[in-house]
């Protein structure tokens, strides 16, 4: 049986750790609120953005002029794939959950015989990545220092993307976020950045024809890069999100299971007192009575 | 008075505004224009500059480009920076200002300058305006 002494020290020990993921609870609840409002209110905007670039893109597509942002540089050899992790661990299965995503999808690409290269955005997808991918990653970023992501953060993000992409050295972009759904539900998704998607239906819709000032080449033109920044912009926000909603639930969990750890050693070292005067009332009883 | 018309302003970290306005007054590109309801649908992108929201209260923001989706009944601007007037810090208009004339002697080839010179040349605009 354990000592007193080491049943103690365990006790205090499991008590540190249930302070310290207490704490992490509370950090993450205080700050997943705001990260929440960003993500959600970095949606419209998102989505809009997307709406209109697939009415433009609709009657653009076919154009051989067409920008290669959208009409793809014609091959599909290269492929780059944009992972986006949080950077710091300690929130469940999130960033588990991402890369493995990840990993599906350029196993895929690569048994189907493609070229895979590797973003990372956020430190802890870098780490695992690295083990079986090192080579590939041709790029990392991390926002440790970054208090609050700001639309600058990604736009420069997206200035590189768009340079390798200008150079040459991918066909395909792809970005893997995580979705946020709720605090317990987070989607890890896979979602197309260059060329920029077309939906079928939203090409076929007629709807209204609109003027544009200036022409619609130089729209598109303007906005399919910036559509990139945005597109990643509002996957970092929703990482973010995610990360915190996720760390909640997984700090919650931990929480607990330490307060169930610390019950249950209570009970042990109580028993285990008692026993240890029980025995010595017993010594000292028997003794009298050989007297 | 005439039909209201719908009106979104959003930037990629929020949504400033979304309400009914009379006439809303924005930077296109290829100049200022008015825009009340039964417009005719039009998609334009903007230059830094002023929109202007004339409804029952008149709210004026600072836009620093993005672009504008008219129809006739809602307008949606999406800004690539929006900030209501009354919160613009002139300082860090000249910071930007700053900023577009370094990039403007770094431009490589000369579409690239004339529409660097067209950008420094609105901010320096905005800039007398405020």
Known sequence: ?291 | MADKISFDLVSPERLLLSEEAEMITIPGTEGEMGVMAGHAPVLTTLKPGIVTVSGPATERFVVLGGFAEINATKLTILAEEAIPLADFDAAALDLRIGQASESLALAKSDTEKSARQFYLDNLQQLRHAI
């Open chain 1, 1 to 291: 049986m354990a000592s007193l002494k080491s049943l103690r020290n365990r006790i205090a020990s499991v008590k540190a750790t249930r302070k310290i993921t207490k704490a992490q609870q509370m950090v993450a609840a205080a700050r997943f609120r705001r990260a929440q409002e960003a993500a959600l209110a970095a949606r419209p905007y998102a989505e809009k953005m997307g709406q209109v670039i697939a009415s433009l893109a609709g009657g653009m597509k076919a154009n051989p002029g067409a920008s290669p942002l959208l009409g793809g540089t014609g091959k599909d050899d290269v492929h780059l794939v944009i992972v986006a992790t949080a950077d710091r661990g300690l929130c469940g299965a999130f960033n588990t959950n991402i890369v493995r995503l990840a990993k599906q999808k350029i196993e895929e690409l690569q048994a189907a015989g493609k070229k895979v290269l590797i973003f990372t955005i956020g430190r802890k997808g870098r780490e695992q990545l690295r083990r079986l991918y090192g080579p590939q990653i041709i790029e990392s970023v991390e926002f440790t220092a970054v208090k609050r992501i700001g639309f600058a953060n990604a736009a420069a993000i997206g200035q590189r993307v768009l340079e390798l992409y200008g150079e040459g050295k991918f066909d395909v972009a792809t970005i893997i976020y995580s979705r946020f759904r709720s605090v317990i539900s987070q989607i890890p998704t896979a979602q197309q950045l260059i060329p920029a998607p077309v939906e079928e239906n939203a090409a076929a819709t007629p709807g209204v024809v609109y003027d544009y000032e200036p022409d619609e080449g130089e729209i598109l033109a303007d906005l399919l890069p910036r559509n990139v920044s945005v597109q990643i912009f509002r996957a970092l926000l929703e990482n973010v999100a995610g990360e915190f909603g996720s760390k909640m639930t997984a700090m919650d969990g931990a929480t607990r299971n330490a307060g169930e750890v610390i019950d249950k050693l209570t009970l042990l070292y109580n028993r285990t007192r008692q026993a240890q005067i029980t025995k010595e009332l017993i010594e000292i009883i028997s003794g009298a009575e050989a007297l």
